[in-house]
C-alpha cells in the first residue's frame, strides 16, 4: 500500500493533517486541542500512538494549537525549521531535547517508506514551509498558506497525483467583509493567502496528466464557500486549458470534520 491521507481539519480555525504508508506515519501541524486531534483522527480508525512524528509548517496558531501537549502526551519527535523552533519555544512549552528535530528548509527525511521534503513558501511567519510526499512514483504535495505561488513553489508541487491546495478567499467577499483593512491588506498580500482566482491560476502551471485530484483548504469561513471556490477555480482552469487538456477532480477540506481517507496514486 502507498500513501494514504486524511485532512482532520483545514481553515482559520485549525488546521492537521495524516500522511501514512505501511511503515511511516506523519501529522502535519496540530492547530487544533489536543483532545479534539485526539477525537478526529479516533473517527478515521486511527490512534496517536500509531504516529512517528509530527511535521510543522509555522508557528501559527492556528497550526500549533495542540502541538506541545500531543508531543508531550506522545512523546513524539517534532520537525521544524531553526526560525521555526524560535518562535515554537516562545509557545508550546517544553519538549523533550530528543524530540526537538530541525528539519532545515528544503531537507528531505525519511520515516520508514514514506519521503518527506520541505520546501519555502511566502507567508507572514519566521520561516513558513510547505510539504512534498514521496513512496515509489507516488507524490502528495501540500500547499497552503501562501501568499501566492511563486515559480520556485510550482516546481516543486508540480506531477502530484494529489495536491491539498489554499484557496482562501473569494476576493470580492474579503473586500466587502467586515475585517478591518489592515487585516484584508494582510490576506491580499504577497505573504497572506491564496484567493480562489489565484488557486485557479497556479493550478493551470502544475496540474499534469498525473494529477488525479486537488483538495482545496484553508477556507475562509467569512470570505468564501467551497462551492464558490470549486466554482471559481474551475472557471480559472477552463479559460486557460484546451478542451482535450486533463482535468484533474476538485475536491473539498472542512473546518469542522475530516476528510475521507484517500489512496494517492488511485484514479
Known sequence: MGIRFT?????????????TTDQGKVLIDAGLSAKKVEGLLKEKGMSMDELDA?????????????????????DLPVYANEKT??????????????????????????????????????????EPVGYCFYHGEE??????????????VKEKIQDSDVLILESNHDIEMLRMGRYPWNIKRRILGDTGHLSNEAAGEG??????????????AHLSLDHN????????????????????DHRAKL???YHNRATEWDQVGED
Request: hydrophobic share 40%; net charge negative.
Open 139 to 152: 507524490k502528495l504535495s501540500l500547499a497552503t498558506d501562501l501568499g501566492y505561488m511563486s515559480s520556485k
Open 7 to 19: 485532512v482532520l481539519a483545514s481553515g482559520s480555525t485549525g488546521n492537521a493533517m495524516v500522511v
Open 225 to 244: 464557500m467551497l462551492d464558490l471556490a470549486k466554482l471559481t477555480v474551475n472557471n480559472m482552469v477552463e479559460d486557460r486549458l484546451q478542451p482535450d
Open 54 to 74: 509530527v511535521l510543522v509548517t509555522h508557528e501559527h496558531s492556528d497550526h500549533i494549537k495542540g502541538l506541545g501537549a500531543i508531543a508531550r502526551k506522545y
Open 251 to 253: 475536491m473539498g477540506t
Open 85 to 126: 523552533w524560535e518562535e515554537l519555544d516562545r509557545s508550546i512549552g517544553e519538549i523533550a531535547e530528543g524530540n526537538r528535530c530541525v528539519m532545515q528548509t528544503g531537507e528531505m527525511r525519511e520515516f520508514g517508506d514514506l519521503q518527506v521534503e520541505s520546501y519555502g513558501i511566502s507567508h507572514d511567519a519566521a
Open 203 to 216: 493550478l493551470v502551471d502544475v496540474m499534469t496528466t498525473k494529477t488525479k485530484r486537488v483538495y482545496l
